[in-house]
């Protein structure tokens, strides 16, 4: 079992800088690849980025590509999701989840374990 624990939330103003973080408990992280989603209100889970095992390997959402940084230091099992030049439509929570396996995915039912999330507000 992994539990996923995320932080850095917060409110921030349109062109603002956050970096989120996403501990993982156990052993296995650094053999899973990571992935961030985020859900909006009234809107369905989404795809923001992902990143493979040895953190080689990257893919992003068009609609984060270019301000979205995705990294991992598997020294200390956590995975980050730097986002720069924030707009409020990134306004969501936002998840960090573990695959079973290292290999990157953009699907969320790929993933095998959640974390809790982290609410992200930006403001117009």
């Known amino acids: 079992q992994v539990q996923l624990v995320e932080s850095g939330g917060g409110l921030v103003q349109a062109g603002d800088s956050l970096r989120l973080s996403c501990v993982a408990s156990?052993?296995?992280?650094?053999?899973?690849?990571m992935g961030w989603f985020r859900q909006a209100p009234g809107k369905e889970r989404e795809f923001v980025a992902t990143?493979?095992?040895?953190?080689?390997?990257?893919s992003y959402a068009d609609s984060v590509k270019g301000r979205f940084t995705i990294s991992r230091v598997n020294g200390k099992n956590t995975v980050y999701l730097q986002m720069n030049s924030l707009k409020p439509e990134d306004t969501a929570v936002y998840y960090c989840?573990?695959?079973?396996?290292?290999?990157?995915?953009?699907?969320?039912?790929?993933?095998?374990?959640w974390g809790q999330g982290t609410q992200v507000t930006v403001s117009s």
């Open positions: 990143i493979n095992w040895i953190g080689g390997s990257t």
């Open positions: 989840a573990a695959r079973r396996d290292g290999y990157v995915s953009r699907e969320a039912i790929d993933y095998a374990y």
């Open positions: 156990g052993r296995t992280f650094s053999s899973r690849a």
